[in-house]
């Protein structure tokens, strides 16, 4: 008899001499004469060690410039150990918060709570306590909350507000209306861009929204830069699917804060992340970090027209591979999806492949008892409560069991499951389940990962599809989307609509010719850009890495291991 199993693979620790922890990378064979497969890249993850920065900082001292009211100032977002030069924020892949200051130093800032963040915002001074800046966290949930007083190790709860999953992005630019402090922008999924004015009071932070704009989900990526024109007024910067970067110079004008869009540079898709770090020259202008798909940081300065002078490389090939995401950046954040790969031998022995966030898998680690997992029906799915770990589901005997936990019975009709994301638009992770007949139902998760609402119908004819995944946003607007594939191997993008009446768009055709593979996974976002990645393993072992780069369209596949054919299964 199957026991359920569960999957906290960053969590495990060891149970008997045949277990070996989520920490430990295996470096025998998987079966008698048969190499284990390699992963191209490996990192540790027993343990987070945050990486120091290295950054110019060639200006005069800028000690105690943390803003001031009139044209001209240029709020420091977040300068933690008050020196005058902005530190950056992340959080890790551990889930926890940490510091990286100008002057090499920093720390854990702030630990996983119930409500773990998805987006970290820094704002800066808002209310004029000299004690520090202020940061917001947004969670999976749409809960954001304002932190006061921050240093680099430490600050202090002092107000939240609900209901912000339906942007799928936070930024804040600066100060767009001249009163010292920085306010904030947020983008609804249909590209609508909305300016929250901030208030000074850390009990109301924001004014009702005002809408400034439209269009804005024809960009990736979009972050504040503060001033970089030297008119005072706060800057934003806008990365298309292209790669080519805009620059909105701000205007000073409540009605239409930002001017119209000017092109300031190409190939910035080599980038998964950027993000302002404040003017570190002393110039008034904003100085950027951005990091390559290798996980290295890159900087540009300021020129004073909106441009940036040709990048330089900060700090050590790849030290930023392990981070998720940083403070500012201009990606879309997330964390309602999976943390890579489920994989069983033919002995029946299941290992976790991690993510890297530099595109390709980390090394394996073997996951329960060796052969325990023999005959087990399995599903690694996107995470259904608010930790930010996927979760391993298990049908047996009739029965549904989420990390070990019952959640019902009845299960036994279904032949797949899909653990996709936020289908309903809510914040939490839901479950999508096909019938034998090949009708397809939605479960509404209950944001614990311990229940479903009552099952809504999709609709039939799935049994189309011989493999349907998901994990995450193929389109680039914030929503968990679908993939399927027909046994001829054609593959199909189903985008979400965030309604659980009607959680998906008619279908489009993607590709072709992914009968190839004999197996597709949806491991989650591989390189940190905020897209939803796809994996394709060859009759011959190979795993193929297929990365998104814009709505329903993925980079030509990059072979990045070999020997995975020892499994039979993987998700």
């Known amino acids: 008899m199957l026991f359920p199993h569960s999957a906290r693979v960053r969590r495990v620790a060891a149970c008997t001499a045949l277990v070996l922890s989520a920490g430990t990378v295996l470096t025998g064979i998987a079966s008698a004469g048969t190499p284990a497969p390699r992963p191209a890249a490996e990192k540790p993850v027993s343990g987070f060690v945050p990486p120091t920065l290295e950054r110019p900082a060639a200006g005069a001292s800028r000690a105690g410039a943390t803003g001031t009211a009139g044209v001209g100032a240029s709020p420091l977002l977040s300068d933690f150990d008050r020196d005058g030069f902005g530190d950056l924020i992340y959080r890790a892949w551990d889930g926890n918060l940490y510091t990286a200051t100008a002057a090499g130093r920093g720390g854990l800032f702030l630990g996983k709570t119930s409500q773990p963040v998805k987006d970290v915002i820094p704002i800066g001074n808002q209310d004029g306590d000299v004690s520090g800046p202020e940061v917001l966290t947004l969670s999976a949930h749409g809960v954001l909350s304002l932190y006061r007083n921050a240093s680099p190790t430490s600050a202090s709860y002092a107000w939240q507000g609900r209901g912000w999953q339906i942007y799928n992005k936070l930024v804040a630019p600066g100060d767009v209306n001249d009163d010292g402090r920085a306010d904030l922008l947020a983008r609804e999924h249909n590209g609508d861009l909305y300016l929250y004015y901030a208030t000074g009071d850390r009990n109301a932070p924001f004014s009702a929204r005002v809408k400034v704009g439209h269009g804005w989900n024809g960009y990736d990526q979009v972050a504040g830069i503060g001033d970089n024109n030297g008119d005072g007024w706060a800057d934003l910067i806008a990365r298309d699917p292209a790669g080519t970067l805009w620059f909105y110079a701000g205007r000073g004008d409540k009605s239409g804060p930002f001017a119209a869009r000017v092109r300031i540079g190409g190939g910035w898709n080599a980038y998964n992340q950027f993000f302002p770090v404040g003017d570190d020259t002393g110039d008034g202008n904003g100085e950027l970090i951005a990091r390559d798909q290798q996980g290295t940081f890159w900087y540009y300065t300021g020129r004073g027209d909106g441009t940036f002078t040709a990048r330089q490389q900060l700090g050590k090939t790849g030290a930023w591979s392990g981070i998720t995401q940083f403070g500012g950046a201009g990606n879309i954040p997330v964390t309602l999806e999976k943390d890579g790969v489920m994989a069983r031998d033919k002995a029946g022995t299941l290992f976790w492949y991690g993510g890297t966030n530099t595109g390709r898998l980390d090394a394996r680690a073997q996951y329960g008892d060796t052969g325990g997992w023999a005959g087990a029906d399995f599903t690694y799915l ?137 197996k597709v996974i949806a491991p989650g976002d591989l390189n940190a850009d905020g897209k939803g990645d796809l994996l394709g393993v060859a009759s011959k072992g190979d795993l193929y890495a297929y990365l998104n780069t814009s709505p329903g369209k993925f980079t030509p596949r990059a072979r990045i291991g070999n020997g995975y054919g020892i499994y039979n299964a993987m998700s």
């Not at 996927?390 to 005997?397: I, K, R």
């Not at 289908?423 to 229940?451: F, H, I, M, Q, W």
């Open 382 to 518: 996107s995470t259904l409560d608010p930790d930010g770990s996927s979760d391993l589901a298990q049908l047996l005997q009739n029965k549904l069991y989420v990390e070990g936990r019952v959640i019902g019975s009845g299960w036994g009709v279904y032949n797949a499951l899909v653990g996709p994301g936020d289908l309903t638009g809510d914040g939490k992770g839901d479950l999508l389940a096909r019938e034998k007949s090949g009708v397809l139902y939605l479960y509404p998760g209950n944001g614990a990962g311990t229940g479903f609402a009552a099952r809504v119908r999709v609709g039939s004819g799935w049994g189309a599809y011989d493999r349907i995944v998901g994990a995450g946003d193929y389109t680039g607007d914030g929503r968990s989307d679908l993939v399927a594939r027909t046994p001829g191997g054609v593959l199909y993008l189903y985008a979400g609509t965030g309604s659980a009446k009607t959680p998906f768009k008619a279908r489009q055709q993607i590709g072709t010719g992914w009968h190839t593979y004999s």
